[in-house]
């Protein structure tokens, strides 16, 4: 089965500024970045990675995702998600769980590090 080539221009990394957020970040850029591209390394070894603008927003954070994302175009959401409530590291958090659910694009969330 051959799959459809899909490109990726524009990443939105939406982040609390979390340690568990640049783990979702390094893994990002790492793994998920990976499966798009055949020949992976020799593809992730011609790109830069710039970041284009750096926002900080107040409000609901999953509606202003969502809104960043519709508003620049964007391709791909990455999103760290904590698991919190009652039935932690079972759930994902509401923020991620919101961004998945209503997203035009396709969301990787990350699961907090497993060292935490």
Known sequence: MELPKIDIKKILFATDLSENSLYAFAHAIKDALAKYCDGARECLLDRSFVTD???????????????????????????GSHGQGSLTGAMMGSTAKRVLKKSKVPVLVVQQHEDK
Do not use: H, N, T, W
Not at 63 to 71: M, P, R, T
């Open 53 to 79: 603008e750096i926002i900080v927003g107040r409000g609901d954070p999953a509606k202003q995702i969502l809104k960043y994302a519709e508003d620049k175009y964007c391709d791909l959401i990455v999103v």
